[in-house]
């Protein structure tokens, strides 16, 4: 396994891990456990790298041409967080679903908390937005080890940006 660690400014040292080309894991800037850099990363590290930092500066991307299969054979979700993954790769910039919505989208409408534990064992923060699933009272909820406030810095970075 190679990792590429990246700056991202105010928000903190990120790192992408790759086996062989396929991307496995994102690690957000700003978590702790971004550790150093391991190897040669594939080519396509330091451009999805720039991409990423460009994200969080306000340049809007929807990374759906970022294969994410190799990060969930290596994540070992279930058919339902793979499928739960799918449709949250689908989700709009700026928009928000709840758990129970992102359930229903991914074809069991009575699996809320099983969507909200495929987010929690999520490894492609950003490429996969994760973010933008809030509860359905509509409070943002948690979100990882970053806590709320970085889900909604995220969430006010794309609802300034509009499309």
Same mark, same amino acid.
């Given at each position: ?15 992408? =891990? ?10 957000? $800037?700003? *978590?702790?456990?971004? +550790?150093?850099?391991? +190897?040669? $990363? $594939? ?14 500066? &306000? ?9 994410? *299969? &190799?990060?969930? =054979?290596?994540?070992?979700?279930? /058919?339902? *967080?793979? *499928? ?7 989700? /709009? ?15 069991? $409408? =009575? ?9 929690? =064992? ?6 996969? /937005? ?10 943002? +909820?948690?979100? &990882? ?19």
């Amino acid at each position: 396994m190679t990792t590429l660690v990246y700056d991202a400014g105010k928000w903190g040292s990120g790192l992408l =891990r790759y086996d062989g080309d396929e991307l496995i894991e994102h690690i957000e $800037p700003g *978590e702790a456990r971004v +550790g150093a850099p391991q +190897g040669t $990363p $594939p080519a396509a590290a330091s451009k999805l790298a720039a991409r990423l930092v460009a994200y969080l500066d &306000g340049a809007i991307d929807d990374f759906l041409d970022v294969d994410c *299969e &190799g990060a969930i =054979r290596w994540a070992g979700l279930t /058919p339902f *967080e793979s *499928e739960v993954v799918r449709q949250l790769r689908l989700i /709009p910039w700026g928009e928000t679903v709840s758990y129970a919505e992102l359930a229903l989208l991914a074809g069991r $409408p =009575r699996a809320a908390r099983a969507a909200g534990t495929a987010c929690g =064992r999520g490894v492609l923060s950003l490429v996969v /937005p994760y973010h933008r699933v809030i509860r359905s009272d509509g409070l943002i +909820g948690e979100y &990882g080890s970053l806590g709320h406030e970085r889900k909604h810095a995220l969430l006010e970075l794309e609802a300034t940006r509009a499309l």
